[in-house]
Nanobody
C-alpha cells in the first residue's frame, strides 16, 4: 500500500513562508507525476501545484509566483515552497501521484496574524 507522509505545516503570519515536504513509498517514484492539493472544511480538494516526471510544473492561478513545487527522486520526496502566504492559503495540504493513490493525513497550514 502506497503511503504519502506530509509535513512542514504550521501557523504563520501573512507574508510569511513555509516549506512542505511529502515522502512517499511509491515504487519507481521518478516515473510518476506528483501534485499538491489543499482542502478547507466543507469545500472540495483543489490541486495547487503539479510536477511532471520531467520536472515541468503547473500552478493554480492564485498561487503562481508565490508557490514552487519541486521533487527529489532519490529521496522519493516532493516539496512545496510557499512564500508571501495569505489567509486564503489556510487549508490542509496533501500530496498525491497520478494516478492517485490513497490519501495521507495531510499537513495543516494556518495563515493568521
Amino acid at each position: 500500500q502506497v503511503q504519502f507522509v506530509e509535513s512542514g505545516g504550521g501557523l504563520v503570519q501573512p507574508g510569511g513562508s513555509l516549506r512542505l515536504s511529502c515522502v512517499t513509498s511509491l515504487s519507481d517514484f521518478g516515473a510518476y507525476p506528483m501534485a499538491w492539493y489543499r482542502q478547507v472544511p466543507g469545500k472540495q480538494r483543489d490541486m495547487v501545484a503539479f510536477i511532471a516526471s520531467d520536472h515541468s510544473t503547473n500552478y493554480l492561478d492564485s498561487v503562481k509566483g508565490r508557490f514552487t513545487i519541486s521533487r527529489d527522486n532519490a529521496k522519493k520526496t516532493v516539496h512545496l515552497q510557499m512564500n508571501s502566504l495569505e489567509p486564503e492559503d489556510t487549508a490542509v495540504y496533501y500530496c498525491n501521484s497520478f494516478p492517485r493513490k490513497d490519501w495521507g493525513q495531510g499537513t495543516q497550514v494556518t495563515v493568521s496574524s
